[in-house]
């Protein structure tokens, strides 16, 4: 997995930093307040005031379960959709991604 940016813990979600070869921008994990559905993202990704992904709170099973965010980022200047998980760590959260 390839770490591609570090977050901190704010009131309203998360706020940090995505830095790639050709990409470094500072985003927000927004909470949805008004998820109308199971389904709906538990996150808004925003770069300034522009949508730049979501995201939805996840568990991985196993004997010491792992509580993450599935991201899914996305704007024109990317190829095509990236998919990414964001971990808390004790002083924050990374954002790694694995290319399938």
């Given at each position: ?14 706020e940090g930093t995505i830095a790639t070869l050709h990409l470094n921008k ?75």
């Open positions: 997995m390839a770490h591609i940016g570090s977050f901190k813990q704010t009131d309203k979600g998360y500072k985003v927000k994990f927004v909470v949805n307040g008004n998820k109308k559905t199971d389904g709906s993202p538990d996150y808004f990704v925003k770069a300034g005031k522009s949508d730049f992904g979501a995201a939805w709170k996840e568990t991985k099973d196993g004997d010491e379960p792992v509580n993450y965010l599935s991201v899914k980022l996305d704007c024109p200047t990317l190829s095509k959709p990236i998919n990414a998980a964001l971990f808390e760590r004790e002083d924050g959260a990374d954002l790694v991604w694995t290319r399938k």
